[in-house]
């Protein structure tokens, strides 16, 4: 029996090798290893040799637990050597435990019947931390939920998009930091890092996206989980009502990458995935190969709800190439500083303006004196120069249809969004002098997603 070896714990996917079976981006164990339910403390294969009566083993066997290398690797006879016993005759001596050293054999060499007598110590006691590990999370993450879920319901019923998303948006980093606060952590690679409630709200935030077409505004509602998004798309899912399975997912991938609280399991004799091994593993192959098909058949779902294609949405000051085939009128533009408010009905109508002003030389007068000289080695003289201003205005018209039904939008405020453009008029001349140039040019938008509302120089809205 062999444990899983995932490839690497800093990588975002999982890889195969050595004869991996591989499901659909799922670690897994090799097809030839053996197997035993990881629920139970009895190994599918046929224990060898006779249950050990030796006073010495038995009492050494009993000192060794998980917590003797979570920092090395040492060797079955290192233990040995150092509780002074001797090894001699080991194998006539007895199987200090079947259960969980079911390859106990006289094919095996002294050194590695050392290394499976302490590896199974390791792994029946890692088992049971784990399993006490996994119901401490769970006790968690219920208190969590419990705390935060109806908060997450009644948002869910919320009529208003912009109430509604950034409420699940402020949810997400409650709940993230709370969890993080009560050190309910798992490694970025364990599956059920992102299974239950955060999962819940992300989906929630792409599925509000999706019903009220503001799905290129969804990027910012989903920052506090940030680059994550991808591993919940492929791992989340809401809890089952399955705790064995549950448990058995924690324990099964906590093998290799430790659970919140225990380091993963240690590893004293060195076997390798596709090679039998005389301990059992906490979790067995059998039993890993059925959770990976159980995660297999969950994972379409996950990435169902977090499916959203990319936008293109050019910003309308820098010009209008790329753009959005899906919406060929939409820009994001900003920021634009408002001039009036009104109602129309069930509309809002905002018009903003937007200056920018850059200086200009002109009536320049050369000083007779060489500064510098050019690649052709023609002298540069210098000049003195009178500096003007251009101006360019833009003048948008703004129609809402919804906004948030809690902010008022006050004449001076300054505001973000994104729109379609439904007119754009010539440039028009406002001022024109030696010394000052001011030109305007006027939009007209249907307003699709109010970004950002600064008042004062301060952010008081953000969508």
């Given at each position: 029996m062999t444990r899983t070896l995932l490839a690497s714990l800093l990588a975002t996917t999982f890889l195969a090798g050595c004869g991996f079976i591989k499901v659909d981006g799922l670690p897994s164990l090799s097809s030839g290893e053996?197997?035993?339910?990881?629920?139970?403390?009895?190994?599918?294969?046929?224990?060898?040799?006779?249950?050990?009566?030796?006073k010495e083993l038995l009492e050494l066997y009993a000192t060794i637990d998980y917590t003797c290398c979570t920092q090395t690797r040492p060797s079955g006879l290192a233990f040995f050597q150092?509780?002074?016993?001797?090894?001699?005759?080991?194998?006539?001596?007895?199987?200090?435990?079947?259960?969980?050293?079911?390859?106990w054999s006289n094919d095996l060499s002294t050194i590695e019947l050392m290394n499976a007598f302490a590896q199974a110590a390791v792994n029946r006691t890692w088992q049971?931390?784990?399993?006490?590990?996994?119901?401490?999370?769970?006790?968690?993450w219920a208190a969590i939920e419990g705390k935060h879920r109806p908060r997450f319901e009644a948002l869910r019923k919320q009529g208003n998009y912009y109430e509604q998303a950034a409420g699940l948006s402020a949810l997400l980093s409650d709940v993230a930091k709370e969890a993080e606060q009560k050190g309910l952590k798992l490694h970025d690679s364990h599956p059920m890092a992102w299974v239950g409630l955060p999962y819940e709200i992300v989906a929630a935030l792409f599925q509000v996206h999706r019903d009220t077409g503001h799905e290129y505004a969804l990027a910012d509602y989903v920052k506090p989980v940030g680059d994550q998004v991808?591993?919940?798309?492929?791992?989340?899912?809401?809890?089952?009502?399955?705790?064995?399975?549950?448990?058995?997912a924690f324990c099964a991938y906590a093998q290799v990458t430790g659970t919140h609280h225990t380091p993963k399991l240690p590893d004293v004799g060195g076997w390798e995935p596709g090679r039998d091994a005389?301990?059992?593993?906490?979790?067995?192959?059998?039993?890993?190969?059925?959770?990976?098909?159980?995660?297999?058949?969950l994972q379409p779902?996950?990435?169902?709800?977090?499916?959203?294609?990319?936008?293109?949405i050019p910003r309308l000051e820098m010009g209008t190439l790329d753009r959005e085939p899906k919406a060929p009128k939409l820009f994001y533009t900003a920021p634009y500083t408002i001039t009036a408010v009104r109602r129309d009905g069930d509309k809002v109508v905002i018009v903003g303006e937007q200056r920018n002003t850059e200086p200009f030389n002109y009536d320049c007068r050369s000083t007779g004196v060489i500064e510098s000289y050019d690649i052709n080695n023609n002298p540069i003289y210098g000049r003195n120069c009178k500096v003007g201003s251009k101006t360019n205005i833009r003048i948008a018209e703004v129609t809402f249809v919804d906004l948030p039904a809690s902010m008022q939008l006050a004449k001076g405020d300054e505001i973000s969004f994104y729109g379609d453009l439904a007119r754009e008029d010539k440039d028009k001349s406002v001022k024109q002098?030696?010394?000052?140039?001011?030109?305007?040019r006027s939009y007209a938008f249907e307003g699709k997603h109010l970004v950002r509302v600064k008042r004062e120089g301060k952010v008081v809205h953000s969508f």
């Open positions: 053996s197997s035993a339910s990881s629920g139970q403390a009895s190994g599918s294969g046929q224990a060898s040799g006779a249950k050990s009566t030796d150092k509780a002074g016993v001797d090894h001699t005759g080991l194998f006539k001596r007895g199987n200090v435990d079947p259960e969980w050293i079911p390859g049971k931390q784990c399993f006490a590990d996994y119901e401490d999370y769970r006790k968690g991808e591993k919940f798309s492929r791992f989340g899912r809401p809890w089952s009502e399955d705790k064995t399975f549950e448990r058995d005389p301990a059992r593993w906490p979790v067995a192959a059998e039993r890993h190969a059925e959770v990976d098909k159980k995660l297999k058949s779902q996950s990435t169902a709800a977090l499916s959203i294609q990319g936008w293109k002098t030696p010394s000052e140039v001011v030109t305007s």
